[in-house]
């Protein structure tokens, strides 16, 4: 089963910038695309943004649309989540997965808190 571990996550100041990453346990060719979750509590999840193995495109919910950057390093076997221009309201527990060619996701890691405050 394809795991995910979130990392990267950590507290700053609005306006300020951070990238988390997700590493991927084994071989990736299953999957058709990453996705970025958040949660806050009492929350439903929330799709960030998803980027397409095959095409490399990317797309993101209009909140953080100029805003967030998907991008993949596939000798790393990792993918990143860049965040700039950070608000208070992105505050939320960030996951990543990915969705198979097969159906399904990878299993899911234990998220990593990202915190914007003044």
């Known amino acids: 089963q394809l795991q995910l571990e979130d990392s990267g996550g950590g507290l700053v100041q609005p306006g300020g910038s951070l990238r988390l990453s997700c590493a991927a346990s084994d071989s990736t060719a299953d999957v058709n695309a990453f996705a970025w979750f958040r949660q806050v509590p009492e929350k439903e999840y929330e799709l960030v943004g998803c980027?397409?193995?095959?095409?490399?495109?990317?797309d993101y919910r209009d909140s953080v649309k100029g805003r967030f950057t998907i991008s993949r390093d596939n000798a790393k076997n990792a993918v990143y989540l860049q965040m700039n221009s950070l608000k208070p309201e992105d505050t939320a527990v960030y996951y990543c997965n990915a969705v198979l060619r097969g159906g399904g996701f990878g299993s899911w890691g234990q998220g990593t808190q990202v915190t914007v405050s003044s």
């Open positions: 980027l397409t193995v095959n095409t490399g495109t990317t």
